[in-house]
């Protein structure tokens, strides 16, 4: 693709759109993984699953129907071929390991694959949604985040802080800065960002990392 | 047998402390007639059974806001800034449940299942007071059923018998909600004759039917 990416949410997308092979079926978070599909090339094409209650999520065309939303509420539409179900079928699909990616944003991840991103006790308790059912039964798991939070704290720790979503769930993280695969022997940094240094990525991350031979 | 009932039947339905499920993902499928007609019978100490309480002013957020329910049981609450303010000031429990372990203790409390092991949850705060089984090396949590004293569906078409049609995303928890109630109140926007409808499109049928009620107060 030929598009600029001018801010670090466009960079985190375009990256995890290169994740996606043709004939996925992918559950997107809301927020900044509902941009991947902007990124993905001609030649993959996505069947997206929306957590209430179908297949074929798409873009929203013609008329807004009151009765076909997103999974965050907002008026969406559905390609050819879609399907519509209950939501008792639509988390058998996600748990049952039928979603072959899912990608999500996190408040902290960490060397474990462990993911935090439902609350903030005190602060934040929104509720963990269908979250913890996609990191459990979603065969990969991308979390999509800004590097750092906005107090310049990293976001991919050692260990995670906050209550978690999943245990040991994640397969990949990608950042505006880098490309990390968790393994059983904590994070391999497999990639820097276009313009990034080691360096760079070395001191915004709180957890250790090795890094893989692909980088020099 | 006639089901087909009005507004004020409905609110002659409710009671103090009752448990209540409603269908609904932010709103979308919710009877929010039969929502009105709780407000109107006035009653309080609700226990609410839902995917996630919608906002202050759609979906079964109006419930929260004046203060009916005692506790909730959702997945989500985030976009009704009400709830977590009652929540935290003490004023209502909530009790957060995944939403896909909230569809299956739905299903258990419908399907005559003593409860379902899930994955969901192990290693969170999730598990905390659950019992923890282990089935071939993987852990599990026994999640327990749900069930309800009254159930409201939203439904797009009924015939009279009950038989019912969803609307695209609207259908969500409803088809689930119809098994795990003792009486069970469906909105419709359509109602049709017996038979009008062709038995393989129907998707809850009409014997977990009790009351239809025709929005807009039509029949």
């Not at chain 1, 599909?37 to 873009?59: F, H, R």
């Not at chain 1, 907002?74 to 008792?88: H, K, V, Y």
């Not at chain 2, 709780?38 to 059974?49: F, Q, R, S, Y």
Request: a negative charge; hydrophobic letters at 45%.
């Amino acid at each position: 693709m030929t598009t600029t990416l001018v801010n670090p949410k466009q960079i985190i997308a375009a990256r995890v759109a290169k994740e996606m092979k043709d004939g996925d079926v992918v559950n997107l978070g809301i927020g900044l993984p509902t941009m991947v599909p902007n990124y993905l090339p001609e030649s993959v094409n996505v069947i997206l699953q929306s957590e209430n209650g179908y297949v074929g999520l798409g873009p929203l065309e013609g008329d807004i129907d009151p009765d076909l939303v997103n999974a965050g509420g907002q008026p969406a539409g559905i390609i050819r071929g879609g399907a519509f179900f209950d939501s008792l079928f639509s988390f058998e699909l996600i748990r049952g390991g039928h979603v072959d990616v899912t990608v999500l944003g996190g408040l902290e991840a960490d060397a474990k694959g462990n993911l935090a991103n439902w609350m903030v006790p005190g602060k934040m308790v929104p509720g963990m949604g269908g979250a913890m059912d996609l990191v459990t039964g979603a065969r990969k798991v991308i979390v999509a985040m800004e590097h750092t939070a906005k107090n310049g704290s990293s976001k991919i720790l050692e260990q995670c802080r906050l209550p978690l979503t999943g245990k040991g769930v994640v397969d990949l993280i990608v950042t505006e800065l880098a490309v990390f695969r968790v393994t059983e022997n904590g994070l391999v940094l497999e990639e820097l960002q276009e313009g990034v240094d080691l360096e760079t990525v070395k001191e915004k991350t709180e957890a250790s990392f090795t890094v893989s031979p692909a980088i020099r | 047998m006639n089901k087909i009932i009005s507004l004020e039947e409905v609110s002659s339905i409710f009671r103090n402390g009752m448990t209540i499920m409603a269908g609904g993902f932010m709103g979308v499928g919710t009877p929010q007639e039969l929502v009105a007609a709780m407000l109107e019978a006035n009653v309080k100490d609700i226990t609410l059974i839902a995917n996630d309480t919608a906002f202050v002013d759609a979906g079964i957020g109006p419930l929260i806001v004046n203060k009916r329910v005692k506790k909730v049981i959702a997945s989500h609450i985030g976009t009704n800034p009400e709830t977590g303010r009652q929540m935290i000031s003490g004023e209502m429990e909530v009790e957060l449940v995944p939403q896909g372990t909230l569809a299956e203790r739905v299903r258990a409390g419908g399907s005559g299942l003593g409860g379902v092991l899930t994955p969901t949850g192990v290693g969170t705060i999730v598990e905390e007071g659950k019992e923890k089984i282990t089935v071939d090396g993987r852990e599990y949590l026994l999640e327990k059923p749900l069930r309800a004293e009254v159930a409201l569906l939203k439904a797009y078409k009924a015939d009279k018998a009950g038989n019912l049609i969803y609307h695209r995303s609207a259908r969500n928890f409803n088809p689930l909600m119809a098994l795990a109630a003792d009486t069970v109140i469906v909105q419709v926007e359509q109602l049709v004759e017996v038979g009008e409808i062709d038995p393989d499109e129907v998707m809850t049928p009409g014997i977990l039917v009790d009351k239809i009620y025709v929005q807009g107060g039509c029949q």
